[in-house]
């Protein structure tokens, strides 16, 4: 099944300890993205990558990192996470000409305390 | 910069209504346009896709219409039931680099 695959799902973590959300999609899409989603602000752009090695910053990406390494994965990490980085997180990806779409990850429900 | 639009922001109505949701966006250079439902703290599932030399699509009792000239575009949901009831969003691929701008969603409730 064609699929983007976020992990984990849901996350509490305490301020200033680093983590990483992972994305994985197995669709051999080149460009992938990270948005996050909080009530009023709707849906965010982070970063995103259009393909391996290369990517660039989104709308709100201050207090986020991301590497591209290989094609079917885009980890973000959050090196010092602070409460107001409390959100739904989504990976999503697509072809590089977007012709189909976007396909979008199930999400990651993240609580920094 | 797009500004993509949805009215209403929420909507109740009765098992077996139809429903109709409004999209507008103000920037006409779009390369497509998705429509995502959303189930509350879930994931966004595509539900239809229209390519800009597109003026509508169609899969079982969905139905998105795309006016690009006018910026506007309406999703039709036949035959209302209750397991519609969730959050439509809206969005709107840029032409140049494809870049997605996402309207606020219209949550829908259907009464049973």
């Known amino acids: 099944e064609a699929q983007v695959t976020q992990n984990p799902r849901y996350l509490i973590t305490v301020t200033g300890k680093k983590l990483t959300v992972t994305c994985s999609q197995n669709?051999?899409?080149?460009?992938m993205s990270w948005y996050r989603q909080d009530p009023g602000l709707g849906l965010r752009q982070i970063y995103y990558s259009m393909n391996v090695e290369v990517t660039d910053k989104g709308d709100v990406p201050e207090g986020y990192k991301v590497s591209r390494k290989e094609k079917r994965n885009f980890p973000l990490i959050l090196e010092s996470p602070s409460p107001n980085q409390t959100s739904l997180y989504f990976c999503?990806?697509?072809?590089?000409?977007?012709?189909?779409?976007?396909?979008f990850g199930s999400g990651t429900r993240l609580t920094v305390v | 910069k797009q500004e993509v639009t949805q009215i209403p922001a929420a909507l109740s109505v009765p098992e077996g209504e139809n429903l109709v949701l409004n999209c507008s966006f103000t920037?006409?250079?779009?390369?497509?346009l998705q429509w995502f439902r959303q189930d509350p703290g879930k994931g966004l599932t595509s539900l239809l896709l229209i390519q800009s030399s597109q003026r509508e699509q169609t899969s079982g009792r969905l139905n998105a219409s795309l006016d690009k000239s006018s910026g506007r575009s309406t999703l039709y949901i036949a035959a209302s039931q209750p397991g519609d009831s969730a959050t439509y969003l809206c969005?709107?691929?840029?032409?140049?680099?494809?870049?997605?701008?996402f309207g606020a969603g219209t949550t829908v409730t259907v009464r049973a």
């Open positions: 669709m051999n899409h080149e460009y």
């Open positions: 920037d006409s250079a779009i390369y497509n």
């Open positions: 999503a990806s697509r072809t590089n000409t977007g012709a189909y779409g976007y396909t």
């Open positions: 969005a709107v691929s840029r032409s140049n680099d494809y870049k997605l701008s």
